[in-house]
């Protein structure tokens, strides 16, 4: 029974080179952290979508992201704050316009975060493959 119940347990994946003989807290030490400013599915899509325009009035991303105007004020507001994008708000027509910039802080951060999870993504396909 013991030789059936080791045949059936998952192979246990490579750890990279330089991670062995690190357990637990300590390869989050060795691996530099995300920036979890960033990381949050909505501030990425807010800082691609600015990347890839001049830039956006909020309503434009709003549809674009697919979300609330409570979701992305409160997201929008805390890229803002760390000097990420910058907000210009004018009126058109008598209505608010609220208008999104990704500032060269948020360029350099993006750039980094995307560098980070091709690696993080490159590290990972060499273990499998291995």
């Known amino acids: 029974m013991a030789e059936a119940a080791r045949r059936r347990r998952p192979e246990r994946a490579s750890v990279p080179a330089s991670l062995r003989g690190v357990r637990g807290g300590a390869a989050r030490e060795h691996a530099p952290a995300l920036d979890s400013l960033i990381h949050h599915r909505l501030r990425l899509g807010i800082l691609s979508a600015l990347a890839a325009a001049e830039s956006l009035t909020f309503n434009e991303l709003k549809s674009i992201l697919k979300t609330t105007d ?23 027509d008598r209505r608010p316009r609220t208008q999104y910039r990704l500032a060269a802080a948020g360029r ?23």
């Open 70 to 92: 409570g979701n992305l004020s409160v997201h929008a507001r805390k890229l803002e704050e760390a000097a990420y994008v910058t907000c210009t708000k004018s009126f058109a």
């Open 108 to 130: 350099g951060a993006l750039q980094r975060y995307l560098a980070h999870m091709e690696a993080l993504i490159r590290t990972t396909r060499e273990t499998l493959d291995r």
